[in-house]
C-alpha cells in the first residue's frame, strides 16, 4: 500500500516519457496524445528509444533474477534529473515500490524511484493543468486500476482531470475498487478466475449506461475492452490521456 | 475433512460453474464490507492497525520467550500445557486427554486449528462423538463439509438450503426458512448436548503470556457452554496466538470484531484463567491448553514471512478479495482459505501440495488494504510465487519444485529480449506483421474474451519514423 505522502516538484521544463510495453503494442495513439497533452503545457517530452519493459510480468511471476537484469537495463535509460512519467499506475508501481525490494542493495534506487510519477497524477499535481473542455456533453466512467489505487494512490487524479471538463459528467459504477481480474499473468495462469471477474466488472461498467469508458491501464483496459469484444458488445474503453486529448481539441496525433 | 490444495484450478471451475455459490457468496461478502465500513473509518482504522500490527510484531520477536512463559504461568494458574509439533501429536495428545476421563462425547466451540488439525474425524474414529456448537459449524458439520469460511463457516448457503439440511438431517422437524425458527431448533439440540459431554474443546483468541489468560471471541454463548459446563476444557490453538500484556488485547479485539463481522464488540468475550477453584460453584475441572506449531516455526524464522503469523483470523482480507468472492471458501481445499489462506498454507502444507494458490490472485491488494494487522499479502504472494519457481531463496518445504526449465528459459529468453532494445523492437515488429497469425495467449483465455490485436505499427516504430522526417 502506498503510505508515504508524496511531495511534488515545480514544474519542470522536461521529461521522461514512459510509454510501457502494453502501449508500445497495443494502442501506440496513447503515446502520441499523452506527449502531446504534456507538449501542450510547455514540457519537452523526451521519449528514450532503449526502454522496453519495467520486468513486472518476471517480478510477479517470481523470477526475481530476471526482473532484477531488466530492471537494471530500465534504470540506466535516465541519466538526466528528469521526471519520469509512466502511463501506467501498475508500472509505476513497480517502479515507485517494487524497484527497491528487487534491489535493495542498489543505492541508487530510492532517487531513481522518487522521480516516477503516473500520467494523470503528473498533470494534476505537477503540472497544474487547467483544461478546456471543447467537446459535446457526455457521460463517462472511470476504470481505476488496482496498482494505481493501492500502491501509487492516484485514483483520485483521473477523477480530478474528468471534474475540469465542463461538459463531462463522470458516472461511478459499482464495485469501482473491485479488480477486473487482469494482473498479468493470473490472467492467463488462473483464466476462469479472471474471466469471471472481467464479465462482472464489464457488467458494472456497461449498467451505468455510458457509451465510453476511461482507464489509466492498458492491462486493465486490454482485458476488458477484449471481454466486451466477446460479448459482441459496443462499449470500449481507452486510455485518459486520449480522451482528454480529444476532449480538449488537441488534434489526435497520428503519423 | 481431507484437504487437498492441489485441486484448486478443477475446483475453482467447478465453483465458477455454480450460479447459487455465486449470488450467496456476492450478497454474503457485500453484506460484511458494508457492515465493516459503516463501523470503521479510514482514521481510526489507520491508527488502530499501526498500533496492533506493532503489538503483533512485537509480541513475534519474542515469540520463544513468550510461549515459555506462558506456559509457566498457564501451570500456575492450573492449565495443564502441552506442546504439539504436528497435527498428528496434537490430536494424539486431545485423544489421550479424552481417554484419560472416559470420554465418549466431546462439544466444540469454533475453532480453526482443530479444522486444520482435522480432530473431529480423528476422535470419531476412536469412538468419541464431536459436536459442534457453533451453528455456522453445526450446519456444516450436519452437511458434511468443511467450513467455507474462518468466521462464518456456513457463509456459502442459502437460507433454503439450510432449512432442507435441518429437515432432512433432525427428527421430526418440518421444512422452514425461517431463520430464527432454525436456530432455536439448532439450540434445543445442543443444549442437551452440552449438559452430557465430557469434553469441551475450544480455541483461543489471545492467549496472554504476562498472566496465562486464554481469552475466547464469540457471539453465541455456545463457547462458554464448552468452557465451562463439561468437567473437561481442551484449548487448542497455533504458537502466533500469544501475545506478551493484558493492555495488548483491547485495540486487537476492536479491530478483530469490527473487522470480522461489522461489530463494535461481539456478544461474549471469555477470559479464562485455570480450571474450577475450591469454592467455586461453576468451571471444568482441568483445563488444558495444546500448542500447535505445525510449520509456523518454519514461517517465524525468516523475517519477511514471519508476517504471515501477525494473522488475527478475522477474515477480513476474505470478505474483500475479489478471487474469494468468486470461488468461496471450499475451492482452496484448505482449512484458511482466501488471501490468508495463500499464504499461511504453504507453510503447513509445503509449497508442493499449495502450489496453485499464490499465483492465484491478481495482486490487486484489497487483501492488504483491509488487514488490521497491515500484513503485505500482496509481497508474501510474490515472495512465495519465487520461493518456488527458483532455488534462489529457498527456506520452505518444498521450494525451487516449480522450477521448469522450459518456463525458465522463457523468461531468460524475455529478459534478455527487454535488455536488447533491438531485439525487443524486432520482436514487436514481427508481431504487428503477424498479429493475426500469432497464438498469443493460451485458449483459457480466449474462452470469454477475444485475442488483443497490436497494433500494426508500434508506437516506438511509429515515434522513430517521425523523429526521421524533416
Known amino acids: 500500500m502506498h503510505d508515504s505522502v508524496k511531495v511534488y516538484p515545480a514544474k519542470p521544463s522536461r521529461v521522461y516519457l514512459y510509454v510501457t510495453c502494453l502501449v508500445d503494442s497495443f494502442s501506440p495513439d496513447t503515446g502520441f496524445d499523452a506527449i502531446a497533452l504534456l507538449e501542450r503545457e510547455g514540457v519537452a517530452v523526451d521519449v528514450v528509444q532503449g526502454q522496453t519493459c519495467c520486468g513486472q510480468p518476471a517480478y510477479n511471476s517470481g523470477y526475481r533474477a530476471e526482473a532484477r537484469k531488466v530492471a537494471e537495463a530500465q534504470m540506466a535509460l535516465f541519466p538526466e534529473p528528469w521526471p519520469i512519467v509512466i502511463l501506467s499506475g501498475s508500472c509505476g508501481g513497480m517502479m515507485r515500490k517494487h524497484y527497491a525490494e528487487l534491489m535493495p542493495e542498489n543505492v541508487d534506487v530510492p532517487a531513481f524511484s522518487q522521480r516516477v510519477y503516473e500520467f494523470s497524477e503528473f498533470l494534476l499535481h505537477v503540472l497544474n493543468v487547467r483544461l478546456q473542455d471543447q467537446g459535446e456533453a457526455t457521460e463517462i466512467t472511470l476504470h481505476t486500476s488496482c496498482a494505481g489505487r493501492r500502491e501509487m494512490g492516484i485514483h483520485e487524479a483521473g477523477l480530478a482531470l474528468l471534474a475540469q471538463l465542463s461538459r463531462v459528467t463522470p458516472i461511478a459504477h459499482d464495485y469501482q475498487s473491485e479488480c477486473c481480474g487482469f494482473g498479468g499473468t493470473f490472467a492467463v495462469k488462473h483464466a476462469d478466475i479472471s474471466r469471471a471477474m472481467a464479465e462482472d466488472k464489464t457488467l458494472h461498467i456497461a449498467a451505468t449506461g455510458v457509451q465510453e469508458f476511461v482507464s489509466t491501464d492498458w492491462g486493465c483496459m486490454l482485458n476488458l475492452n477484449t471481454t466486451f469484444e466477446y460479448q459482441k458488445a459496443s462499449l470500449r474503453g481507452r486510455h485518459l490521456a486520449s480522451f482528454l486529448a480529444e476532449r480538449t481539441g488537441l488534434k489526435r496525433s497520428s503519423d | ?470
Request: glycine content about 8%; proline content about 6%.
Open chain 2, 1 to 470: 475433512m481431507q484437504q487437498q490444495p492441489q485441486l484448486f484450478k478443477d475446483a475453482s471451475q467447478h465453483a465458477l460453474a455454480d450460479a447459487t455459490l455465486r449470488t450467496n457468496f456476492r450478497g454474503a461478502m457485500d453484506f460484511l464490507r458494508n457492515k465493516r465500513e459503516r463501523v470503521l473509518d479510514d482514521a481510526e482504522f489507520s491508527s488502530l492497525s499501526a498500533q496492533c500490527e506493532a503489538i503483533k510484531q512485537r509480541c513475534l520477536s519474542q515469540l520463544p520467550a513468550l510461549l515459555e512463559q506462558l506456559e509457566t504461568r498457564c501451570q500456575a494458574n492450573g492449565i495443564q500445557v502441552h506442546w504439539a509439533e504436528t497435527p498428528a501429536q496434537a490430536n494424539e495428545i486431545i485423544a489421550a486427554i479424552a481417554d484419560g476421563c472416559n470420554a465418549t462425547s466431546a462439544v466444540k466451540g469454533k475453532s480453526m486449528v482443530t479444522e486444520e488439525i482435522g480432530l473431529n474425524d480423528y476422535l470419531g474414529a476412536r469412538g468419541v462423538e464431536c459436536l459442534e456448537s457453533d451453528m455456522g459449524e453445526f450446519i456444516v458439520q450436519m452437511a458434511h463439509e468443511p467450513p467455507s469460511h474462518i468466521i462464518m463457516p456456513a457463509i456459502h448457503k442459502s437460507a433454503a438450503q439450510i432449512a432442507r439440511l435441518f429437515h432432512e438431517q433432525l427428527e421430526g422437524v418440518d421444512y422452514t426458512e425461517d431463520v430464527d425458527t432454525l436456530i432455536g431448533i439448532g439450540r434445543s439440540v445442543l443444549r442437551g448436548k452440552f449438559r452430557h459431554a465430557h469434553v469441551g474443546i475450544s480455541g483461543v483468541n489471545f492467549a496472554v503470556a504476562e498472566t496465562g489468560t486464554l481469552c475466547l471471541v464469540e457471539n453465541e454463548g455456545n463457547g462458554r457452554m464448552c468452557t465451562t459446563v463439561p468437567p473437561v476444557h481442551i484449548a487448542v490453538t497455533g504458537i502466533e496466538k500469544v501475545v506478551q500484556w493484558l493492555q495488548d488485547v483491547p485495540p486487537l479485539l476492536s479491530l478483530l470484531t469490527r473487522s470480522a463481522t461489522g461489530q463494535p464488540i461481539t456478544t461474549y468475550f471469555n477470559m479464562i484463567s485455570g480450571p474450577r477453584r475450591p469454592g467455586e460453584k461453576d468451571g471444568p475441572e482441568q483445563v488444558h491448553l495444546v500448542l500447535l506449531d505445525n510449520g509456523r516455526s518454519n514461517a517465524f524464522a525468516d523475517e519477511q514471512l514471519r508476517k504471515t503469523l501477525q494473522c488475527i483470523r478475522c477474515g477480513a482480507c476474505m470478505n474483500h478479495c475479489p478471487v474469494y468472492t468468486r470461488i468461496g471458501g471450499h475451492a482452496y481445499g484448505t482449512t484458511y482459505p482466501g488471501p490468508i489462506g495463500k499464504i499461511i498454507s504453504p507453510h503447513l502444507l509445503g509449497l508442493d501440495a499449495t502450489r496453485d494458490l499464490p499465483t492465484a490472485s491478481s495482486l490487486c491488494g484489497a487483501c492488504e488494504e483491509v488487514c488490521p494487522v497491515r500484513i503485505p499479502i500482496p509481497q508474501l504472494l510474490q515472495r512465495l510465487r519465487a520461493e518456488y519457481r527458483s532455488d534462489e531463496e529457498g527456506v520452505m518445504s518444498g521450494a525451487g519444485g516449480g522450477r521448469s526449465i522450459l518456463e525458465a528459459g522463457v523468461w531468460a529468453g524475455w529478459a534478455w529480449a527487454c535488455e536488447h532494445p533491438g531485439v525487443y523492437r524486432l520482436l514487436t515488429w514481427i508481431a504487428g506483421r503477424m498479429r493475426s497469425l500469432v497464438p498469443w495467449l493460451p485458449s483459457a483465455w480466449k474462452n470469454g474474451r477475444t485475442m488483443p490485436v497490436p497494433a500494426a505499427r508500434s508506437f516506438h516504430h511509429r515515434y522513430q519514423q517521425r523523429k526521421s522526417r524533416p
